[in-house]
């Protein structure tokens, strides 16, 4: 499971992204119970991870095309020099008590777009960092730390602020500690070298060219595009918990910030569990059907979580939901690495984050409109009966869907 590890590159980049996400989580934290506590409403806790969203949605596809063109790793260079300096910012504003909503919203916005250049490049980076056999060992390593810092990150980030007679003052330091995080990346890169350039080296003629080959490649790869269908899916319906957990733990069972950081820490322990299991596969074959039945159970334990009122079998079913989301997540990114052309893996990748990163948000959003007018555990029944009903129209499609998927593209094989 960790024979990617042998490889000193990748080591190294692993390594400065467990340091960064930690970081991460801590922004993320702070961002969802700053909101809360300035207004203590759900569809704003939404609409400022939706606005995020909507930042990185729009951007993501351009600098997918600009991954393609130009040295990943100058282009990760910069991106961390700028989400650094954006996490200074919310540290200062929001330690002297300046910060409001719409001064975060702003800010928020801008994330949005560092994250989108930042995004297509990571995505596109590990699999020129180790031979092609040890990919599922790369992407299940880096998502066990991910989810590891999610499981650490929340648990820290509660006791900060915990910490702090004014929440806001605990919060500002989550955040300079997420500016301070960014260094990891920052060196490692400075650092590491590229086992393969895939890059295309032929002329392009303008980057909306670039953007529609992008994007006609996963359409005319039909099955790819119902792939990308169920993961659309999954996104929206199944992972907005994530992105409320807030009006989970404080709205439906008033544990504030206790609560909160459990639930978060016990999604991020469902995920650590999901990400080793795609660690432990030593071939694509067979991932595709896992990943029907993955989704299923997902779906059951979001209808035990609309119907249980307790806190902790809540937070258990939150960290089952967790396991199986992330399994479908991680082992969804390496089924699409395995079967993409290499020379436009940034633009895939650059759509698959759209699917990733929009996809909670928008259903977070639609979870806060949902809110006005029913019970949050009715929404996440309604929501949990819609994805159900996808996979089941999905589901007569699962044989194409996985000779294909499961099938090596030419252009990676032949390396």
């Keep these: 499971m960790w024979r990617a590890l042998h490889h000193r590159d990748f080591a190294l980049y692993a390594a400065g992204g467990f340091v960064s996400n930690v970081g991460l989580w801590f922004q993320r934290v702070g961002v969802q119970w700053l909101v809360w506590s300035l207004t ?12 995020e969203a909507a930042c990185f949605l729009a951007s993501v596809p351009f600098f997918g095309a600009v991954s393609d063109r130009y040295d990943r790793l100058l282009l990760g260079r910069i991106a961390q020099v700028f989400l650094m300096g954006l996490a200074a910012i919310l540290a200062v504003l929001t330690i002297l008590d300046f910060m409001t909503i719409l001064l975060l919203m702003v800010l928020m916005g801008l994330a949005g777009f560092f994250e989108a250049l930042w995004s297509p490049v990571r995505l596109a980076m590990a699999p ?3 031979p ?25 980030g509660a006791v900060i602020i ?22 990891g ?56 918990y994530r992105e409320s957990l807030t009006a989970i733990a404080d709205g439906i069972y008033a544990m504030e910030e206790l609560g909160f950081g ?25 991932m595709v059907r896992l990943l029907f039945i993955a989704a299923l159970l997902a779906g059951l334990l979001h209808l035990a979580l609309s119907a249980t009122g307790s806190f902790w079998i809540a937070a258990i079913i939150v960290g089952g939901i967790s396991a199986f989301g992330s399994y479908i997540g991680i082992g969804g990114q390496l089924v699409v690495q395995n079967s993409i052309d290499g ?4 633009r895939v990748m650059s759509l698959w984050s759209m699917n990733l990163r929009g996809g909670p948000a928008a259903g977070a959003w639609l ?3 949902g809110d006005k007018f029913w019970a949050l555990q009715s929404v996440i029944a309604v929501s949990t009966v819609v994805y159900l009903l996808i996979l089941g129209a999905l589901l007569p499609r699962l044989r194409g869907i996985a000779a294909v998927m499961e099938r090596p593209s030419d252009e990676t094989a032949s390396r």
Excluded: C
């Excluded at 203590?40 to 606005?51: D, E, N, Q, R």
């Excluded at 990919?135 to 590891?148: K, Q, T």
């Excluded at 060219?209 to 929206?236: H, N, P, S």
């Design 162 to 183: 915990a910490a702090f007679t004014l929440d806001h003052e605990g919060i500002g330091w989550l955040f300079a500690l997420n500016a301070f995080s960014f260094l």
């Design 40 to 51: 203590g409403s759900l569809s704003l806790v939404a609409t400022v991870a939706l606005i």
């Design 132 to 156: 092609r056999n040890d990919l599922p060992s790369a992407i299940g390593i880096g998502s066990i730390l991910f989810n590891l810092a999610q499981f650490v990150g929340p648990a820290l």
């Design 185 to 240: 990346y920052l060196i490692v890169l400075l650092f590491i070298r590229l086992r393969h350039d895939e890059v295309g080296s032929r002329p392009r003629s303008n980057f909306v060219a670039d953007l529609r080959e992008g994007i006609l490649y996963i359409l005319t790869k039909k099955e790819l595009g119902l792939f990308f269908i169920l993961i659309v899916a999954t996104m929206i319906f199944m992972r907005s």
């Design 128 to 130: 020129s960092l180790v």
């Design 367 to 369: 979870w806060g409109l």
């Design 343 to 346: 020379s436009l893996r940034g």
């Design 262 to 286: 459990i639930m978060q820490s016990a999604s991020g322990a469902g995920a650590i569990i999901g990400s080793i299991m795609v660690a432990k596969v030593n071939r694509v074959s067979g």
